[in-house]
């Protein structure tokens, strides 16, 4: 807020990101414009996005915290806060932002974004899927870089571009067409979670078959 504040009559070269102690250093009375200010609220979105890639991660995961508690998300039942930040950064504007966009890291879901199932859970995946939840079930490792490799094997296995194959798996873990990078999003959901929602998604496909 500060950083916008700031930069509402008073300009620093092209330098649109500053700390406190940047402001405090740069500041002069003699360089604020004389003109009326227009407030846009866009334009502070931008910036606190942008202070918020910038913030030292463990400081933004304390931030994050409260939000996702007023959620009653059980961050122990989770990925942990830092690793949310990591992911999802990136991604939101805000921190309330960011604890939305989480929700499917701590809460289930009992149905898939019609649009996004009805594009991506079609029969021709079932295949690879179940073959995908039985290589991920039984994987020594959880780690993203696993992921990532079971991920590959099996799309080659399938003779399917990898998009094909995580696009569905994206919808399938995440409930909806939209998240991290598909290694982080199985990753941050855990393993038993995303077995679980791969099953879903499997039933799913299988009902969908018979109609």
């Known amino acids: 807020m500060l950083n916008y504040l700031v930069r509402l009559g008073w300009s620093h070269g092209d330098q649109e990101i500053f700390t406190l102690d940047e402001m405090v250093r740069n500041f002069d009375v003699a360089d604020v414009n004389q003109s ?6 866009q334009k502070l979105l931008w910036v606190n996005q942008q202070q918020m890639l910038v913030a030292e991660t463990d400081r ?10 007023r959620r ?6 989770g990925p942990s806060v830092v690793d949310v930040v990591r992911s999802f950064r990136e991604r939101a504007e805000t921190l309330d932002e960011m604890a939305e966009k989480a929700r499917f890291c701590y809460e289930d879901f009992s149905s898939f974004d019609p649009a996004a199932a009805k594009k991506t859970l079609r029969p021709v995946v079932l295949e690879p899927l179940v073959a995908l939840r039985d290589r991920l079930a039984g994987s020594e490792s ?3 870089a696993c992921i990532q490799r079971i991920l590959n094997e099996t ?6 571009k990898f998009g094909k194959l995580g696009q569905p ?43």
Do not use: C, Y
């Open 36 to 41: 009326s200010s227009t407030f846009n609220p």
């Open 155 to 160: 799309a080659a296995n399938f003779d399917m």
């Open 142 to 144: 959880w780690s993203a």
């Open 169 to 211: 798996v994206r919808v399938a873990v995440a409930g909806g067409p939209v998240s991290p990078p598909i290694d982080s999003t199985l990753h941050l959901v855990g393993r038993d979670r995303a077995i679980k929602r791969l099953n879903m998604a499997i039933d799913f496909i299988e009902a969908r078959g018979k109609q």
């Open 60 to 69: 933004l995961a304390e931030e994050l915290l409260p939000f996702l508690e």
């Open 72 to 77: 009653g998300f059980d961050v122990s039942q």
